[in-house]
């Protein structure tokens, strides 16, 4: 047993790798910063928090035009699968958009690109319904919100009966207070997230209106009185994004007459698209 411990020793002063050690992996030297350190938890580890290098570029998707042009600008196919695979497409990968794609002269891999990284359409809208009630009343004048909306040849509908919103408390609701140093008062805020259906891409029009009829199915069935309070938007809705949130708000005011009632004030619609 001696006669090995010197052995071994002797090997190594020679400079040579005694048998046992030449089954060992060596640990390579790689030049890791000394600085900051971070250390994360896999059990709590979120795919969608990966370090940057890892991460889409920020820049805007690519559409239809700008594939094409940058094709006829000279860039290679594999400069532009690159970009694509990058920046995603919100470009139309159905049959008619890459044809298109084709006789505009772009290169069957890019085509296979976007047909892979493409966002997928939009199928909805997503709205946020904001409803501010300012005052000490009760009920609504008009028992009925609605949001007319085409979608080609079909007018989408969606309808809030006011009444039951306000009778139901619900994680939404919060009071807002609006104090100025002339009056204190608080506002009511309540918010309902939803979608509609909306299949037909391009500009549209909205009318929001206020209603004492529980069952309108058109524009056309409001008074004269409900079409002129009510306010028409037009927005252009997009056939891929990779935000898609629509914001509709109402302001009810306590009524001068009546005043236990709230009465519509009118809306305010906005998109946003990315």
């Not at 600085?35 to 580890?45: H, P, R, S």
């Not at 028992?143 to 408390?169: C, K, Q, S």
């Amino acid at each position: 047993m001696i006669a090995h411990a010197l052995l071994a020793v002797l090997t190594l002063s020679a400079g040579q790798t005694p048998p046992t050690a030449a089954r060992r992996t060596a640990v390579p030297t790689f030049p890791f910063p000394s600085g900051e350190v971070q250390t994360i938890n896999l059990i709590e580890w979120n795919a969608n928090q990966l370090p940057r290098i890892y991460e889409r570029s920020e820049q805007l998707p690519l559409v239809d035009e700008e594939v094409a042009k940058l094709s006829k600008a000279g860039f290679t196919p594999a400069q532009l699968v690159k970009m694509i695979e990058e920046r995603r497409c919100a470009c139309d990968a159905s049959a008619d958009g890459l044809i298109r794609l084709k006789q505009a002269g772009v290169h069957p891999d890019v085509l296979s690109a976007i047909s892979l990284h493409s966002l997928p359409p939009n199928r909805v809208l997503n709205l946020l319904v904001t409803l501010d009630f300012t005052g000490e009343s009760r009920s609504a004048r008009e028992a009925f919100l609605y949001f007319f909306v085409e979608d080609g040849d079909l007018t989408r509908v969606l309808t809030l009966n006011i009444p039951d919103v306000l009778a139901n408390r619900n994680a939404y609701d919060a009071m807002v207070d609006r104090s100025d140093l002339l009056r204190a008062r608080q506002v009511r805020r309540i918010q309902l997230p939803g979608s509609v259906p909306l299949k037909t891409y391009g500009p549209h029009r909205v009318l929001v209106a206020a209603s004492a009829k529980p069952t309108l199915t058109h524009p056309s069935q409001l008074t004269e009185q409900e079409r002129a309070k009510a306010q028409l938007y037009t927005f252009d809705y997009p056939r891929a994004s990779l935000q898609s949130l629509c914001r509709l708000t109402a302001g009810y005011r306590q009524d001068a007459v009546l005043a236990y009632k709230w009465r519509f004030e009118g809306s305010r619609f906005e998109c946003e698209w990315n």
